[in-house]
Nanobody
Framework: QVQLVESGGGLVQAGGSLRLSCAAS????????MAWFRQAPGKERHFVSA??????????YYADSVKGRFTISRDNAKNTVYLQMNSLKPDDTAVYYC????????????????WGQGTQVTVSS
């Protein structure tokens, strides 16, 4: 099973940027589709973005709320997935989780079997 550790969260002003990283160990992420989810206080965990297993040549996916502002990418050589977040808004405040799935690509949390511990992102107005 792959182990995931997120980093890069923090406090940023509205309009600012952050880049989250998800470092994997135990298995290579090239065998998995990867995704980012987020959970705000008192709310359910929601899909943010997904990137498919590399050999599929498929496209990345984004929640409508982050489309055009966030970019997911993967570096299989570094066994790391990234989430570049630009034009951040207070509504983006949440704990961000990285997850791995054996599905070709998915936006459903139940399809993901490995999760990181999360990293807090706080956007001030």
């Amino acid at each position: 099973q792959v182990q995931l550790v997120e980093s890069g969260g923090g406090l940023v002003q509205a309009g600012g940027s952050l880049r989250l990283s998800c470092a994997a160990s135990g298995r290579t992420i090239s065998s998995y589709s990867m995704a980012w989810f987020r959970q705000a206080p008192g709310k359910e965990r929601h899909f943010v973005s997904a990137i498919p297993i590399p050999y599929t040549g498929g496209s990345t996916y984004y929640a409508d709320s982050v489309k055009g502002r966030f970019t997911i990418s993967r570096d299989n050589a570094k066994n790391t997935v990234y989430l570049q977040m630009n034009s951040l808004k207070p509504d983006d405040t949440a704990v961000y989780y990285c997850a791995a799935s054996r599905k070709l690509v998915s936006s459903f949390a139940t399809d993901f079997h490995s999760w990181g511990q999360g990293t807090q992102v706080t956007v001030s107005s």
